[in-house]
């Protein structure tokens, strides 16, 4: 008789506890600073944002997004020699969850004139060196982000990444390349 060793029957489970652990570890550390050579992007305190009202952890790769935008952001305004460290504080996105809604559309997020986009930053800009350009903290609003036209129509995180656009242009002027 040919019988399997217990140890051999226990090697798929192991693996798939294995993976369902890095799944959950990966989903309890969102929004990981993001590090370019113009930029460092990084979150104080994501499970508390203003967005973050309910599962904090199940869908937030929109933070990964958002990082990832300010960094390309920022490389394609500053001029070389320059490098800008962002904390975002909080963020509400623009419409809202809206979960008396029934099967899936309760994981649609409803965009309304009453839900506009907010993101409230710190920021310095530094030099080659290490010096301090330019520092300041920022709270992102657009109350007609309805009727604008925007250069992100359709993507994710479109309003969020007009605010984004709005104040790089202000602070620190417009497209390089």
Known sequence: MNTIPPTRLLRPALGALLLAGAAATAFATPGAPVRTDKAEVSYRNPAAFTAMDRNFGERTDWLDELSRYVAKRAARTLPDGQRLLVTITDVQRAGMLEPWRRGAMSEVR???????????????????????????????????????????RGELLSHEKNLIDDWMRRDFGSLRR
């Open 110 to 152: 409803i965009v309304r004139d009453s839900t506009p986009p907010r993101i409230d930053l710190t920021y310095q800009l530094v030099s080659q060196n290490g010096a301090v350009l330019k520092e300041g903290s920022r709270q992102l609003r657009d109350i007609d982000f309805l009727h604008r036209t925007g250069f992100h």
